[in-house]
DNA sequence: CCACATAGTGCCACTGAGTGGCATTAGCTT
DNA sequence: AAGCTAATGCCACTCAGTGGCACTATGTGG
C-alpha cells in the first residue's frame, strides 16, 4: 500500500538498509514530482522515470502501488500523521467535529516544514490536471476517513446510534480540507507556507454552519 | 466523456441510426454489469467483453472512456438528471442545501424504476469491491459537484462571498448521498426500490445538522 | 432508383502500466 | 569469513487504451 510512516524528524539513527530506503523512497518522490510538473503526468513514462533514479521499474512498485501513488505521498503523510494523532487523542468535552479539525491542525503542525509544503502544492497542482491521480487522491481520502470512522467507534462513546452524524462529520472534515488545499494553492505568494495552509483550514471549518443556513436568491437582474 | 442523455422515457421516435446506438450502449452496460458482477472486475477483459456484445474493443471506447465508466452509467445518469433540474429550479425562499435535497429527489423520481435501481445497486456493490472504480466514482462526484457549483454561481444571488459556504453545501450533499446510498445498498430486502434510496436520502440530510453539534465522550468501559 | 456524403464500425499494430518468477546482490549476523 | 535473508534487477507476459485506415450502413440529393 506503500503507506511507509513518514521520515520520523530524528530517526538517522536507523540500520543502513532503512536508511538507504527511505532515501531512494524520497528520491523517487522527488523526482517524479519534478518530471511530472515538467513533462507532464502522462508525458512521463515509468521507465524513464525509473532510468532517472537508477532503479528498475520492478523496484518502484515495491515502494508504491500505482504510478499515481508516488506523487500523492506527501498528502498521505499528514492524513497519516492525522490518523495516529486521532488515536491518542483525549476528547476533552467539544463537539466531535471541533476535535477533527484540532486533530488534523495538530497533525499539520508535525509536518516538516521545509519542503514538504512545497511537494504538497505541486502534488495539488498535478491532481487539477490529472483526473486519474485526481481520482486516486480523494479515494485516498475516502479510504481515510473510513479508517477514521472504525477508530472513532473503537474509542469513544458516540451517542450517535446510526453513526450517520459522526460519519457526516469526517466527510466534512474531508470537505474542508479539500476546499482549504484549493484556496491556498491558489493564493499568488511565491513561497507556499505550512502555516498559511493552517489558516485556510481555519477558514474552512469557520464556514461550515453557513452551508446549513445559507439561503438563495435569484439574481437580481431581471429582464 | 460518454455521458450521454440517460434513454429520455418517451424517445421512441428517433432515427434509426440513434435507436440502434442506444440499444448498443444499454447491452454493453448490462452486460457489463452482469460479467463484473460474476466473473470480478479484474477478472473481466475488455476482449471478452466485447465478445460477449458482438461489438470490436474500439467501438467500446466510442461508447465509454474507460472501463469503470460503463459501470458507473447508471449513478452517471442520476446526477445528469440532478443538474438537469437544478438549471430550472426556483429558489423558493428555502435554504441552499434544502433545495439542493429537493432537486436531488425530484431527479431520483425521474430515474426509470424498473431495472434502474438493481443496475444502481449492482454498480455500487462494484464499487465497494474494486477500488479503481471506487476512485472513478468519486473523482465523477466531485466533477458534478464542480459544475452545480459553476451553475449555481450563475444562477442564484448567493450570499456567500467567498463561496466557500456554498461549496461546502454542495460537498455535504454528495457526502450525504454516499451515506443514502451505502445504507440502502446494506438493506436486507431482495428488490432494492428506488423510493427506499429516496427514504434514505431525507435520513442522511436529516442527520446533518447532528454532524456540528455532535459531542464525544471516552468510552464508559474503564481499565 | 441510384449515387454520394458521412457517421459509425472493424481490424491491426502499438504504447505503456502493472505482475510473476527467478537469479543476484547487498546488508546483517555470528 | 561464511552464511542468511531482505531487497533488487531482469525478463517475459497480460491487458487497458490509442491511432490510423479501410469498410459498411444510414440518411440525403438527384
Redesign the interface.
Known sequence: MSTAPPPSSTADQLPLRERKKLRTRQTLIDTALERFTTDGFDGTTLDRLCAAVEVSKRTFFRYFSSKEDVAMAPTQDLWTAFLDDLEIR??D?????A?LQDTLLAALERMPDEGWAHRVLLSHRLTATT?SM???G??FC?RTSRQAMTL?GR??????P?G??????L??LV??F??ALE?WAAEPGTPPARDDLAVHVR??FA??????????????ERR
Open positions: 483525549e476528547p468535552h467539544q463537539t466531535l467535529l476535535m483526473p485526481d481520482a486516486h480523494l479515494q475516502d472513532l474509542r469513544f462513546e458516540l451517542a450517535d446510526q450517520l452524524s459522526s460519519r457526516l462529520a466527510d466534512l470537505a474542508a479539500h476546499r484556496r477558514d474552512a464556514a461550515i454552519p453557513g452551508s446549513l443556513t445559507l439561503r438563495v436568491e435569484p439574481r437580481s
